[in-house]
């Protein structure tokens, strides 16, 4: 099939971009939507352009590495699915899109569609951990975990860190992230001991990074490849609002002893 | 070269315990005069670094990714090996021990994979620590699941995402270091080169990803846990960016690569569909404890799977070897999924295929029961295939997936470079032949939570050391060399593309080097890619400019550097006359096409020290000897 391309093209953190249309043809829909890139970039390698840059790694939804906007959705059409994963099959012949990096403050364009998603590890640096110093665990099946309270921490630890909420959020909010990290914790009962510094330095983490204010839109969990569950957010908010009835302790543990 | 493997003496299960006492500490308060580099941030790496910031060394973390948590350790989906026998099944430390120099068709140190074994229990214990979230059971305890090559239930898993969870679990502890400042990370740094002075390494060659900057960066110690080559095929199960340039250009500079031919191929990956293939997908071998492997009976059989009754197929892994049937370790169900193909049986519009059936499953333990323990993997398979796997059956094709082979190191991890320490995939240290399924997981983390934070403590209290500065001649030297091959790969101006030559380099990889080779294949081959590499120097094109965040240019690099490993492996497979694990030379075979060891002449490890541009390499021995595991043809059937 054939399509129509407007690819945002930025040579570098401090130029100015813009959409640049290119045309492809033979684009087979069992193709998925990185390869089809790979082939545009193919082409214009050979007619001595510069490639476009994207983000990727695995190529199988897991790194969270890949993620562009298409026409207007982080990650395109498909629900709960990566770029790396959407297969040319959604589109048809003849159609328009329009492919551009995630937008957000906190998220500066360093080239094409290549984003610095450096904030949320920082995020998670802040306090996104279980301070557990190597050799210093008790024997795995010492504490039994209900399996309820298991699976649900998995499924928020399911995030990949690809930054879609954030592209999604009209606020460019990273709460989704975020709760979903303070969510597993405190599932956990390994997480306990940290669970309200913990929110704590989360959240001035995110505010410090300027990501946008949560307003309860939704959309980050409606884009998100993963369908990490707004539950987590009403978690975060419950934590948040006990965390600030303590006591303001040390946000930040001590350096753990090995 | 002499290679000494350091193996400490004593009894097997006494060994490491004896030589963490005999090792040398460095006292608390000045671990922080001490600097190391550890280039990596995958299971090994990122363990490893934030394991030694919490001894209170200072630590510097290199990655090409954007962030530390997208280490290609993100992907492993089925599990890890622990000898915690939970299951009262019968493991222990020595079977797992067993199972694993077994597995390996004998072709590792028995020295080190004890250590890994002892070790595997402390690492589940970490990992529940940090809060992974493993399978549980209602009863609130950890839930296991079986593997290949084993015989007993111990591989802890997290639904399909084991490695994800595993590595986020490292990722949060190297966070809160890097919070704590114990860590200065590096995201987005590609090491192009290390930095040897008077014969240790000190430092790396680093090129920032953004700017095109070169840096140096000097240490005490190096620790490399770069991951596998094993994209040197081209298509294969690894992340894109997965590339074998650390560790090749630290064999140039005197670090001996072992065992480079050993690779793995893995039988359940989604096969190949088109030419625009950018890579293959792995469907986690832990669907092989449920689903059932077959082909038509016929080579003519071209109905639709539904449609060919029970007495017209062929389950040939339950045939073949009915005491393992649908578990038989990967390489042997590899090479039984080619016959079956080369017979002409293979299924799916290309016929390069097998099915992967649920549906006895499926009708026994109920769709629910399936799609909670394999539903990412049946998504993710649908995605690609646009075939829904709960009605119709998988089809699956091997593809490779592993590198046993790797940089040598000693029984502390280090390789023949004084000072620049190996783990994780990158190493060739515990797999032999062969790795079994879920232990790549375990040795990433034994090697860096529990065994470089000890090592390196050694190396460092023994060595004494200059201080530097980035204006050393040999640091200068090595970033004018970097410069240069820079400069060169943007200056050839060619007409193909750094793809095309992969994409030709890794056909040639697959025909010759791949699931079954022979002397005359392995001799073709070794014409083909210096011929090929050749053509590259010649003929690539590489748009854009140095100084600038650049793919085209850091692909290439890694391109040029798989055109040096490839010929290795082939030499490599050449002259080890035998087959073992993975390694098949159609000559050594069965009548039935099992392989035949020759433990004669080739019961070692071939450490291959590079001799110069031009020059063949020299191809070092260490002997290994059994003195725990009976030598034995290795049987599933
Ligand atoms: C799809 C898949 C599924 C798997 N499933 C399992 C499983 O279920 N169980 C199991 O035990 N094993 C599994 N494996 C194998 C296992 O995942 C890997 O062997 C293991 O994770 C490797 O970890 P590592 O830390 O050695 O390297 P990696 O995770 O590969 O990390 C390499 C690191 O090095 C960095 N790096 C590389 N080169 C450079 C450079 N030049 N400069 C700077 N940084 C560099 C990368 O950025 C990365 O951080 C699987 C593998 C695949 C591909
Ligand atoms: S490339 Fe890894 S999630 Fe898409």
Redesign the interface.
């Known amino acids: 099939m054939k399509l129509t391309l407007h690819i945002w093209r930025q040579?570098?953190a401090k130029s100015k971009g813009r959409f640049v249309k290119y045309d492809l043809d033979d684009v087979?829909p069992?193709?998925?939507f990185?390869?089809m890139l790979?082939?545009l970039n193919?082409k214009l390698?050979?007619e001595?352009?510069?490639?476009v840059?994207f983000?990727?790694?695995?190529?199988?939804?897991?790194?969270?590495?890949c993620g562009v906007v298409v026409s207007g959705r982080a990650h395109g059409p498909r629900d709960r699915?990566t770029m790396c994963?959407?297969?040319m099959?959604e589109f048809k012949d003849g159609d328009t899109l329009w492919i551009e990096p995630w937008r957000a403050k906190a998220f500066p364009v360093?080239?094409d569609l290549?984003v610095?998603?450096?904030a949320?590890?920082r995020i998670?640096?802040?306090?996104?951990?279980?301070?557990?110093?190597?050799?210093?665990?008790?024997?795995?099946?010492a504490?039994?975990?209900?399996?309820e309270d298991?699976?649900l921490?998995?499924d928020a630890?399911?995030c990949?860190?690809c930054g879609a909420c954030v592209a999604a959020c009209p606020n460019a909010s990273a709460m989704l992230f975020t709760a979903a990290k303070v969510s597993?914790?405190a599932k956990?009962p390994?997480?306990q001991p940290e669970r309200y510094r913990r929110v704590k330095a989360m959240v001035r983490q995110m505010d410090f990074e300027g990501f946008g204010n949560c307003t309860n839109h939704g959309e980050c969990s409606a884009a998100c490849p993963k369908a990490i569950s707004l539950d987590h957010i009403a978690q975060l908010n419950r934590d948040y609002l006990r965390s600030s009835l303590r006591a303001d302790r040390r946000i930040?543990s001590e350096?753990?002893?090995? | 070269m002499e290679l000494n493997a350091k193996i400490p003496d004593g009894p097997i299960e006494k060994k490491w315990e004896k030589h963490r006492f005999d090792m040398k500490l460095v006292n608390?308060a000045n671990k922080r005069k001490y600097s190391v580099i550890v280039v990596g941030s995958g299971l090994a790496g990122a363990?490893g670094a934030?394991?030694m910031a919490?001894?209170?060394y200072n630590v510097k973390c290199f990655c090409y990714?954007?962030?530390?948590?997208?280490a290609?350790s993100?992907?492993a989906q089925g599990g890890i090996n622990a000898a915690?026998n939970?299951q009262n099944d019968g493991d222990s430390v020595y079977r797992l021990f067993y199972d694993t120099v077994k597995g390996g068709d004998f072709r590792s140190r028995e020295a080190n994979v004890h250590r890994l074994a002892e070790l595997s229990v402390?690492i589940?214990?970490?990992?529940?620590?940090?809060?992974v979230?493993?399978?549980?059971?209602?009863?609130?305890?950890?839930a296991n699941r079986s593997f290949g090559g084993a015989q007993v239930s111990r591989t802890f898993y997290?639904?399909g995402?084991t490695g994800?969870?595993l590595l986020?679990g490292a990722?949060?502890?190297l966070?809160?270091q890097?919070?704590?400042g114990?860590v200065e990370?590096y995201?987005r740094h590609e090491m192009l080169e290390p930095i040897l002075i008077d014969g240790r390494a000190r430092g790396i060659v680093v090129r920032d990803m953004?700017t095109g900057e070169l840096e140096t960066h000097l240490a005490d110690a190096v620790v490399l846990a770069t991951g596998g080559y094993g994209n040197v095929f081209f298509l294969a199960t690894y992340?894109?960016?997965c590339n074998g340039t650390a560790a090749w250009r630290s064999y140039k500079k005197g670090a001996c690569f072992a065992n480079p031919c050993f690779t793995q191929i893995h039988p359940t990956c989604i096969p190949v569909?088109?030419d625009?293939?950018?890579?293959l997908?792995?469907m986690s071998e832990s669907l092989r404890n449920d689903g059932r492997i077959w082909v038509p009976k016929r080579a003519d059989d071209k109905r639709p799977p539904g449609a060919i009754p029970e007495e017209d197929r062929d389950y040939y892994l339950e045939r073949i070897y009915p005491s393992f049937g649908n578990l038989a370790p990967r390489d042997v169900s590899s090479r039984a999924a080619k016959r079956v193909v080369d017979e002409g049986r293979g299924v799916g519009p290309t016929g390069v295929g097998v099915y992967l059936d649920f549906a006895d499953a499926i009708e026994r333990l109920g769709e629910d029961v399936i799609a909670e323990r394999y539903g990412n993997l049946f998504e993710?398979y649908e995605?690609?295939t646009?075939e829904d796997p709960y009605t119709v059956p998988m089809r699956i094709y091997p593809a490779t997936h592993y590198t046993m082979g790797g940089l040598w190191v000693d029984y502390n991890l280090e390789s023949t470079i004084p000072g620049l320490f190996v783990i994780g995939e990158a190493n060739f240290s515990d797999h032999g032949a062969n790795r079994l399924g879920a232990s790549a997981l375990m040795q990433g983390l034994a090697d860096g939570?529990?065994v470089i934070?000890y090592t390196i403590g050694d190396y460092l209290a023994r060595t004494k050391f200059e201080p530097l500065g980035a204006d050393h001649p040999e640091a200068v030297a090595t970033v004018a060399e970097v410069e240069g091959r820079v400069k060169r790969l943007l200056s050839v101006d060619g007409?193909r593309?750094p793809?095309?030559f992969h994409r030709e380099l890794g056909q040639i990889m697959w025909e010759y080097c791949g699931m079954a080779r022979t002397r005359e294949g392995l001799n073709e081959a070794l014409g083909k890619i210096p011929a090929l590499r050749e053509e590259f120097w010649e003929n690539v094109?590489v748009?854009?400019e140095a100084m600038?965040?650049n793919?085209?240019l850091e692909y290439a690099g890694r391109v040029a550097d798989f055109l040096e490993i490839g010929e290795l492996m082939c030499l490599d497979a050449l002259e080890r006359e035998e087959s073992c694990g993975a390694h098949l030379r159609e000559e050594y075979q069965t009548e039935d096409g099992e392989a035949v060891r020759d433990d004669e002449d080739y019961s070692h490890v071939a450490a291959w020290e590079y001799a110069g541009e031009g020059k063949k390499p020299i191809r070092n021995v260490e002997q290994l000897n059994f003195e725990y595991v009976e030598l034995a043809t290795r049987s599933y059937k």
Do not use: W
């Open positions: 040579q570098n087979s069992d193709m998925s990185l390869e790979d082939v193919e390698i050979a001595g352009q510069e490639p840059a983000d990727h790694d695995c190529r199988e939804g897991i790194c969270g590495t699915t994963q959407l297969h099959r360093l080239r290549i610095d998603r450096s949320l590890d998670i640096a802040a306090g996104g951990f279980i301070g557990a110093p190597t050799g210093s665990a008790p024997d795995a099946n504490i039994p975990i209900p399996k298991a699976d921490a998995m630890a399911a990949i860190g597993q914790f956990l390994q997480g930040v350096v753990g002893a090995g | 608390p363990s934030a394991s919490e001894l209170g990714q954007d962030s530390p948590r997208r290609h993100i992907a915690k939970y402390n589940i214990d970490q990992c529940v620590a940090q809060g979230p493993f399978a549980r059971e209602y009863g609130g305890l950890l997290a639904r995402q994800q969870q986020l990722y949060q502890a966070e809160r890097i919070g704590l114990k990370m995201p953004v992340a894109k960016g569909h088109g625009y293939q950018s890579k997908t792995l993710m995605r690609i646009d939570y529990f934070p007409k593309t793809t095309s094109t748009p854009g600038e965040l793919q085209s």
